[in-house]
């Protein structure tokens, strides 16, 4: 697209005395009290076409299916199974004041969903033709790091204990060295897509389980501040280049109460991913990374005696290799599995057997898969959310597992998130985009048909003055990289006027702060600062997410370079426009947007007027290793590159007002960062401001995230207001 892209949201109202701006509290609270409504619980039953939800008072459950023109029917509410659930649970304590939206159809009849209560939390299924409960399981309350399935398993203070069908309790491990974990999903700082620590066999016979040892890991402290003399607690924090984490996959057999390790080999200092049973319980697969994260190799291994079987196949590159999902094995087919990669240049399907022989590329142009939603009842078909339209839009995608044949399934432009009836006949699609708050729609997929079931109307239309936002597509330093930004103005827009303006950015790698969706994917404090009178403009750069393996990849030993050239094309744009006064141009970004926000404070110090950078990283050799080393290679490996992109060195090119904020807590961006660079400035004899959250981490979070917005803002009308 050669021309800038144009939408308006909205003009100015009829009943503009009706409306006002947001509070300051609602920049934090606000999303949850505007929300456009929807529809809760949506699902398909198991078998038939029929679709259920919530009902608008969450009392009631509704089903719709397409011999009643989708037309409401109730099929249960909350009263009845209140009765239901009193009688299976009489010597139990729960109230409930909405019927669950988390459950999932077990039959035609019958759902299921967990219901905490004053004893534990259970498992409930609920017949809704005889209004029965039944309870399947129970757990205790407030276990941490729970893996439910026959049996459950969980860790408590680095160990695991399993509790048995029976009852039984069953001691896994009793490690007691101070830095061995087992059985967390805080494994490799839950880089590679890592959610789990703990996996049960299809069988319910084993459980395979991180074991991770930081021992020789650097304790990093971070003070406390809640008693009168102060502590310190230590967390393992390994910096890029410094010794790392080594980490292993056991098996546990519960009748033979053996472990096996699984023999991952040497180095030790590598990455453990993707790991996943197979369908017979029989082998394990996972994903051996090394830790200069160039080298990938697809691994099976026997999960009775831990042997290494076979590698797979292999990734590699010269840049890094990022792996970030499971396998995912066709239902009825145990020897084949899909596998997702973006080295072929976006993340898409592959389908493989269990040999290795890649079976299919099953990608689509250049739609990047982002959501995996299933198969159709007979496992012909896949089904996914892609990202496309330059990374803006999300959609449905039909893939044929024989042919590779796709079929995009929702048409009309924005961010969907739809899902495929039994049949595949059907697809419940909910949308916005930019001008649209919210649609819920089911589509015929045979006939190209739909229903509109529910459409929101705007939610502050004769409340709140909303400004005017618009898509910009502008192009990338290397002449041929399209980049999506987006610009919002203030209320009531004088274009004979000059407003000041506040940039706001991120520019790190899985993140995407602009797409069609409603108000464009913009924040509520954006929109704060729109309304008291800034032009409000955000621009995602190459590196961000959505766009394909080449958009990132330009980022490798050198973050924050191109990544800066890229906002310098939007800040150029803005000094174009008649109405941007470029003598008052403020920027402000959070963790890699604060080391974006201070690098373009500090390297291109003619820009800015003001600046905020909340949580910034400083100079990457005081990050972490599973994110920094990936992007940055080691500061052995790269000392030009770590030299380069450190802002410590270049604190005397400070030019402007700039505020750093940060958590004293905070354990993934550490202080160490903002003071490093606070103590350069003092030695520089430059003038710096900052502030400190005493109790927060790397995010400040509840109502002291009201206090942050109105610091930030107050300082940008400090500096930038005339």
Known sequence: MKRLLFFLLIGSSTSVYAQRNF???????????????????????????????LDASYQKLIARQAKDNWTEKEIANITDLTNALRHALPQDTFELRIFPFSYDWVDDNTLAFELTTDKGVHLVEYNIANKKATVIKSYPNNIPNIEKQKHYAYSINNNILIVTESGEKIVVTKDTVDGIVNGSDYVHRQEFGIKKGMWWSPDNQKLLYYRKDESMVTKYPLPQWDSRVATTQYIRYPMAGMKSEEVSLVVFDISSRKHITLKTGE???????SVTWDPNSEHIYVGVLNRGQDHLKLNKYNAKTGEFVKTLFEEKSDTWVEP????????????????????????????????????????YKDVIVTNFKGFNSNYTKAYYIGASNKGLERHLYEVELKSGKTKQLTTIHGVHNASISPSGNFVVDQF????????????????????????????????????????KELLSPDGKTPLNARITYPTNFDPSKKYPVMVYLYGGSHAQMITDRWLGGIGYFDLYMAQNGYIVFTLDNRGSDARGRDFTRVTHRQLGENEMADQLVGINFLKSLPYVDKDRMGIFGWSYGGFMATSMMTKHNETFKAGVAGGPVMDWKYYEVMYGERYMDTPQENPEGYEKTSLLNKADRL????????????????????????EQCIKQGVQVDYFLYPTHEHNVRGKDRVHMYQKIANYFDLHLKK
Request: hydrophobic residues 35%; without cysteine.
């Open 23 to 53: 509070t300051i509290e609602e920049t934090v609270f606000g999303p949850n009290k505007f929300a456009p409504t929807t529809l809760y619980g949506l699902q398909w039953t198991k078998k038939n076409d029929i679709l259920t939800h």
């Open 267 to 273: 180095p030790k200092e590598q990455y453990l991913t």
């Open 324 to 363: 970030q999902h499971d396998l995912i094995f066709v239902p009825n087919t145990p020897n084949q599995f899909l596998y997702q990669t973006d080295k072929d240049g976006f993340n898409q399907l592959y389908l493989y057997d269990t040999e290795g022989k890649l079976i299919r590329h099953l990608g």
């Open 432 to 471: 916005s985009n930019l001008n649209t708050p919210n649609i819920v729609q089911i589509i015929n997929t045979k006939k190209g048909t739909s229903k509109e079931l529910l459409r929101v109307h705007n939610p502050f239309e004769g409340k709140i003055n909303l400004p005017k936002i618009e898509f």
């Open 655 to 678: 030019r402007g007002n700039l505020l750093i904020i940060h958590g004293a807590q905070d354990p993934v961006v550490v202080q160490q960062h903002s003071m490093q660079f606070i």
